[in-house]
């Protein structure tokens, strides 16, 4: 079974940096994309960053410039990091790949959740 765990959230002052990190373990063989997304209180849930396994990224426009997503093959984890934290990024910052893995004797694709990280920015 393959799980995702995020760490790294926290409190910090506007203009601060955070550096979010997912650990994906299991049986993988790849993952073929990760992303970071965010859900404020009383909103959706919205991308903020991805990655696929070629290195093509794409941010949302809102943090386009002050957050980085970044990939340890090695390791299986990513990272964001956010600088230049603003109040409006206060969230539940979720990590999300598409797995390749193991599952006893046969191969699946599946798309895998953290449980999230709190990040708040105070004013």
């Known amino acids: 079974q393959v799980q995702l765990v995020e760490s790294g959230g926290g409190l910090v002052q506007d203009g601060g940096s955070l550096r979010l990190s997912c650990a994906a373990s299991?049986?993988?063989?790849?993952?073929?994309?990760m992303g970071w997304y965010r859900q404020a209180p009383g909103k959706e849930r919205d991308e903020v960053a991805t990655l696929t396994s070629v290195g093509t990224t794409n941010y949302a426009d809102s943090v386009k410039g002050r957050f980085a997503i970044s990939r340890d093959h090695v390791k299986n984890t990513w990272y964001l990091q956010m600088n230049s934290l603003k109040p409006e990024d206060t969230a539940v910052y979720y990590c999300n790949a598409a797995v390749k893995a193991f599952r006893g004797t046969s191969i699946s694709q599946q798309e895998y959740w953290g449980r999230g990280t709190q990040v708040s920015v105070s004013p």
């Open positions: 299991g049986d993988i063989i790849t993952i073929n994309y």
